[in-house]
T-cell receptor, first 112, second 114 residues
C-alpha cells in the first residue's frame, strides 16, 4: 500500500457542511494526488501536489480545495458539501523519477 | 472529453479462458500506459505498465499489447482464475517521471467463473 493511509475511511455528512479528508504517507514521496471514483466514470483527478505548499488543479477541481503543509500529509477539503460529491475518494503517491502511482485504501463519503 | 476509451464494460469468462480488455487513446503525447486491478472495497493496484517503445510486455499471466499506430493497447490475462475477478482500469499519462496526471478509462468488470 506504499505506506498510504486515509482518514476517515467512511463518512456521512449533510449538504452544506465542510468536510476534510486526510491522506498520510510515511515514505517521504514528493508527489501526491486526490482522485474521486464514481460508477461509470472511472477515476478522475481532483488536485495534485508536487511538493510542500505546491498544488495544482486536476480535471474535476470545482468545489474542492487542497493543502499540503507537510510532506507526509495532503488534505482535501469540501468547503460546502453537495450531494454530487458523494463518491469514493482515493489518495495516491508517485515515486520520484518514475511514472508509477500507488493508491491508498479510499474514503467513502456520503453527502445527504 | 474522454481521452481513454475502454471496452468492454463487463466481461465474463470461464476459468482458463483468456479475457482481453481494450483501450484506445487520442492524445499522441501519452507515453505511459498502466493497467490497474481493483477488488471491491480496495484501492486500485498497479498491475502492469508499458511505454510506447515496445509492442508487448508480459508479467506472469498478464500481457499488455501496444499498437502505437492505431493508438490502442490491450490487457490479456492468460489462464484466468476466479481470483482474477475484479475491475480493471487502463490509464495513460504524458509527462516527466514523478508529476504524472493519469487519465483513466471507465473500467471493465471481469468475472471468471469456476
Amino acid at each position: 500500500d506504499a505506506g498510504i493511509t486515509q482518514s476517515p475511511r467512511h463518512k456521512v455528512t449533510e449538504t452544506g457542511t465542510p468536510v476534510t479528508l486526510r491522506c498520510h504517507q510515511t515514505e517521504n514521496h514528493r508527489y501526491m494526488y486526490w482522485y474521486r471514483q464514481d460508477p461509470g466514470h472511472g477515476l478522475r483527478l481532483i488536485h495534485y501536489s508536487y511538493g510542500v505548499k505546491d498544488t495544482d488543479k486536476g480535471e474535476v477541481s470545482d468545489g474542492y480545495s487542497v493543502s499540503r503543509s507537510k510532506t507526509e500529509d495532503f488534505l482535501l477539503t469540501l468547503e460546502s458539501a453537495t450531494s454530487s460529491q458523494t463518491s469514493v475518494y482515493f489518495c495516491a503517491i508517485s515515486l520520484t523519477g518514475t511514472y508509477e502511482q500507488y493508491f491508498g485504501p479510499g474514503t467513502r463519503l456520503t453527502v445527504t | 472529453q474522454q481521452q481513454v476509451k475502454q471496452s468492454p464494460q463487463s466481461l465474463i469468462v470461464q476459468k482458463g479462458g483468456i479475457p482481453i480488455i481494450n483501450c484506445a487513446y487520442e492524445n499522441t503525447a501519452f507515453d505511459y500506459f498502466p493497467w490497474y486491478q481493483q477488488f471491491p472495497g480496495k484501492g486500485p493496484a498497479l498491475l502492469i505498465a508499458i511505454r510506447p517503445d515496445v509492442s508487448e510486455k508480459k508479467e506472469g499471466r498478464f500481457t499488455i499489447s501496444f499498437n502505437k499506430s492505431a493508438k490502442q493497447f490491450s490487457l490479456h490475462i492468460m489462464d484466468s482464475q476466479p481470483g482474477d475477478s475484479a475491475t480493471y482500469f487502463c490509464a495513460a499519462s504524458a509527462g516527466r517521471g514523478g508529476s504524472e496526471k493519469l487519465v483513466f478509462g471507465k473500467g471493465t468488470k471481469l468475472t471468471v467463473n469456476p
